[in-house]
């Protein structure tokens, strides 16, 4: 069982950056792939990035390249989301995902643990 925490949302304006951080429980936490996923109000939760369990493979929804890192530190258990130059449409909460995989997905279904989410908000 792994337990996922994540951290690091609030209210900033649009062009400003936040970094989610997000915590897992567990000594396995290097075995697995991590993934990052949004879901703004009245629409269906999507995919925002993923990280193999090594941290050498990422992948990203259009919407975020250039703009949105994923990165993680195996010694603290922790996988992060900097994001940058936010924009309103980047609204939402966002939770963090384990998959017992070393590789990384971008889809919900392939993931077997959930975050609570923690709510980001870019005002214009």
């Known amino acids: 069982q792994v337990q996922l925490v994540e951290s690091g949302g609030g209210l900033v304006r649009a062009g400003d950056s936040l970094r989610l951080s997000c915590a897992a429980s567990g000594r396995t936490f290097t075995s697995y792939a991590m993934g990052w996923f949004r879901q703004a109000p009245g629409k269906e939760r999507e995919f925002v990035a993923s990280i193999s369990a090594s941290g050498a493979t990422t992948y990203y929804v259009d919407s975020v390249k250039g703009r949105f890192t994923v990165s993680r530190d195996n010694a603290k258990n922790t996988v992060y989301l900097q994001m940058n130059s936010l924009r309103p449409e980047d609204t939402a909460v966002y939770y963090c995902?384990?998959?017992?995989?070393?590789?990384?997905?971008?889809?919900?279904?392939?993931?077997?643990?959930w975050g609570q989410g923690t709510q980001v908000t870019a005002s214009s």
């Open positions: 995902a384990a998959r017992r995989s070393r590789n990384s997905s971008i889809l919900r279904r392939d993931y077997d643990y």
